[in-house]
């Protein structure tokens, strides 16, 4: 077997994979150095097709000599199919996992250990290249494996390292799920504006361009987003009688239940009562 430093596998060919391949394949990654297992024929098809990069049923003939094995499967079956890939992962490559509530330790044992790891956790936005990704390293993991890390991450939106593992769980809950609170948002503002009786289309296109330009505020503006909030907010207007109702139902207790939620539930995932 030769290894090929420049080879990325993926194991798990599902949403997010595609999401990464995209970014990848978009920042000019040569498809033919890409290779994923799936073993839904349908996806293994489209991923083909969109990309060009070699698909295969099996998962060790994917990771064979790759020197990038990125872990895409559910947590559920991590341990299984780690497992399993330990043998074709001898050459020990840097091995990327992307899922929630898993830990660096478990990733490096289940692969046969003594492999420099990575843990990322991605979000959905990286399907546009918009994406915000935690990246947390074990020892072995070098500065030339951070950047390929970086790199391939990277090529899905914004990275951003932390130091300690323990955070990775409140990084899912604040990066990794929140895609999901803004969609529900999104979702009571279209609801409520029905039932004043505002069409659904205007409704949907006029929450979805205000988040859109929330959104760019808070990247673009360069101001905290208390002050945007504060900008927004005219005394006794409209926008403060809509905070009172916010602060009167307890909002900000509410989202702090929210990622207090997630982030135990990720804990639960790496403690291996998943589910
Ligand atoms: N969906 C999201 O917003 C995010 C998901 N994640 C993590 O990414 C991982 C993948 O999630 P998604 O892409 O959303 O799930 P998904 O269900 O779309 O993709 C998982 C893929 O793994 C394949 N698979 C199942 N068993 C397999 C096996 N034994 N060998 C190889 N492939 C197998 C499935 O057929 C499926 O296509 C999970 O661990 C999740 O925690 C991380 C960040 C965000
Ligand atoms: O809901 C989940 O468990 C995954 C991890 C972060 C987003 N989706």
């Known amino acids: 077997m030769t290894t090929n430093p420049q080879r990325i596998a993926f194991v798990g060919g599902g949403n997010m994979a595609r999401s990464l391949i995209g ?21 293994r098809d489209a991923l083909a097709r969109d990309f060009g990069l070699s698909v295969h049923a099996d998962n060790g003939e994917a990771a064979c000599g790759a020197g990038v094995v990125l872990l895409a499967v559910k947590p559920q079956v991590m341990q299984p199919v780690c497992t399993a890939l330990a ?13 929630a509530g898993v830990r ?21 936005p990286a399907l546009i290249g918009a994406g915000a990704t935690g990246l947390c390293a074990n020892a072995r993991v070098g500065d030339a494996e951070r950047a390929a890390a970086e790199r391939i991450l990277g090529a899905a939106g914004l990275t951003v390292w ?3 593992e323990d955070l990775m769980d409140v990084v899912t809950a604040i990066s990794g799920s929140a895609p999901a609170y803004f969609f529900l948002l999104v979702e009571a503002l279209e609801a409520a504006a029905v039932a004043h009786g505002l069409p659904a289309d205007a409704a949907r296109a006029l929450a979805t ?6 959104g760019r505020m808070l990247r673009e503006d360069g101001e905290t987003p208390a002050r945007l909030r504060e900008r927004v907010t005219s ?8 905070l009172d109702a916010f602060a009167a139902g307890g909002f900000r207790d509410l989202v702090a239940n929210a990622v207090d939620a997630a982030t135990r539930r990720g804990r639960e995932l790496s403690a291996g009562s998943g589910g």
């Open 209 to 214: 361009q205000t988040a859109l330009g929330a």
């Open 23 to 43: 970014g990848l394949v978009r920042h000019g990654a040569d498809p033919a150095a890409l290779a994923v297992a799936e073993p839904n024929a349908d996806l």
């Open 104 to 124: 660096i330790d478990q990733i490096d044992a289940w692969c046969g250990g003594g492999l420099a790891v990575v843990r990322a956790m991605p979000n959905t």
């Open 162 to 164: 932390v130091e300690r």
């Open 235 to 242: 005394p006794n207007g409209t926008t403060q009688a809509a």
């Open 87 to 99: 043998p074709t992962l001898a050459h020990k490559p840097l091995v990327i996992s992307i899922a």
